[in-house]
Antibody, heavy 123, light 106 residues
């Protein structure tokens, strides 16, 4: 079955960067886009960006442009999300989620989701 | 930026019907998805493309979308359906989530 397994919890200081990984299994990795979504404590879900796992093309939310970098390693079926210049407002659970299509668009959805990675930013 | 508004909470008795709304400008012209999230768990897709149900999701979950409002309907609500529900749509190359609705079954 399709499974997304994320890396473990991280604690970072303000100003630092964090890199979260998402290892996929159970499907042809390069046939689907992968998204990153976060959820701050008690808040709604928030989309950060996505990567086309076929060609590495990325797109991110304007809110995070310049701070978020999404990359992939096809040999390891793994997608990475790096967020820089962290502040306390970046404390959240970060999720990866698969797109049903390679070229994510308006008719896409997110299924399944990884188990989530808690990133805590604290001095 | 595009906004999706949901009621903060909905209460329903077991076996009754719960309706959760999601409002946005011209939302009926977009595809809407719905996710269920239980405490401490990752979101789970329950409806995609307005009214399509993924395999494994019970038939009591259904969706509609028209005008400015999308609706998730849970017929014959069960205690296991108690969770937060989020709608999601795509606007200007950005994926937007609703404010979330807590469904309480009592």
């Amino acid at each position: 079955q399709v499974q997304l397994v994320q890396s473990g919890a991280e604690v970072k200081k303000p100003g630092a960067s964090v890199k979260v990984s998402c290892k996929a299994s159970g499907y042809w990795f390069t046939n689907h886009a992968m998204h990153w979504v976060r959820q701050a404590p008690g808040q709604r879900l928030e989309w950060l960006g996505r990567i086309n796992a076929g060609n590495g093309d990325t797109k991110s939310s304007q809110k995070f442009q310049g701070r978020v970098t999404i990359t992939w390693d096809t040999s390891a079926n793994t997608v990475f999300m790096e967020l820089s210049s962290l502040t306390s407002e970046d404390t959240a659970i970060y999720y990866c989620a698969r797109d049903p299509f390679l070229a994510a668009a308006g008719n896409s959805w997110f299924d399944p989701w990884g188990q989530g990675t808690l990133v805590t930013v604290s001095s | 930026s595009y906004e999706l508004a949901q009621p903060p909470s909905v209460s329903v008795s077991p076996g009754q019907t719960a309706r959760i709304t999601c409002s946005g400008d011209n939302l009926g012209k977009k595809y809407v998805c719905w996710y269920q999230q239980k405490p401490g768990q990752s979101p789970v897709l329950v409806i995609y493309q307005n009214n399509q149900r993924p395999s494994g999701i019970p038939e009591r979950f259904s969706g509609s979308n028209s005008g400015d409002t999308a609706t998730l309907t849970i017929s014959g609500t069960q205690t296991m359906d108690e969770a937060d529900y989020y709608c999601q749509a795509w606007d200007s190359s950005l994926y937007v989530f609703g404010t979330g609705t807590k469904v309480t079954v009592l």
